[in-house]
């Protein structure tokens, strides 16, 4: 796979390709199981970055994802809104998607998932940017930094769902958890409109645990 990142967080660097190619520990391929899933089950990803929370979540026999494993977002850069522009070191909230090319082997920051930011909403706002990572280490410039323990972990499970045939993984990226009470805390906010759009996403999956469908439309998400 290309190794990406050359203009933020994760560039490419002389390190021990190995780290990739490593297996998926025994405690994640327990708590999986635990879960219901197993060590090749489909997987999604939620952030939040007001409780630097980073939530694993994996498909069980049921259809519906389950809760697997939580981790601590050491570092992450800018404010609670969206990324906009390239060196705003903001970053990125909204529904994402990774993809098998999007995992970086060679990452100067251990290693590190692509987010695929700008995304269809993002370039409809003319937002711009490259190169948003989640990686490990403990320092950001617009990524999502886990350490290197939790990063391995990610990735060896995000690698091989998308192994077994899982065509991207979802990543949902909230400024907080939506309920309705921190929606009225941040009611003033000026990103309170692109907030409601997420809340919708982020109501359905807490109801259904399922992949959400994300649409763009008139420079809206639309989620169904």
């Avoid at 930011?117 to 886990?146: E, F, K, V, W």
């Avoid at 921190?182 to 109801?207: A, P, Y």
Wanted: one cysteine or more.
């Amino acid at each position: 796979l290309l190794a990406i990142g050359l203009a933020g967080c994760a560039g490419v660097g002389s390190i021990d390709p190995r780290r990739g190619s490593a297996p998926q520990n025994s405690s994640i391929i327990a708590a999986s199981e635990r879960a219901g899933a197993t060590a090749r089950s489909p997987v999604l990803i939620r952030i939040f970055k007001e409780s630097k929370e980073l939530e694993l979540w994996r498909k069980t026999t049921s259809g519906k994802y389950a809760f697997v494993r939580s981790y601590d977002i050491c570092a992450f850069s800018g404010d609670l809104g969206p990324k906009r522009k390239q060196g705003d070191r903001q970053a990125p909230e909204g529904f994402y998607s990774i993809t098998a090319g999007q995992l970086n082997y060679n990452s100067i920051r251990f290693l590190s998932l692509n987010t695929g930011y700008p995304n269809a909403y993002d370039r409809s706002h003319g937002y711009g940017g490259s190169a948003l990572m989640i990686h490990g280490g403990c320092d950001s410039a617009g990524c999502y930094a886990i350490e290197d323990a939790p990063a391995q972990e990610v990735f060896t499970v995000v690698r091989d769902a998308l192994k077994a045939g899982q065509r991207s993984v979802q990543l949902q990226i909230y400024p907080f958890k939506m309920t309705d009470w921190n929606m009225l805390r941040h009611g003033s906010n000026k990103n309170i409109d692109f907030w409601r759009q997420l809340k919708v996403g982020f109501d359905k999956f807490e109801n259904n645990h399922t992949d959400l469908v994300v649409q763009v439309q008139n420079g809206r998400y639309i989620i169904n």
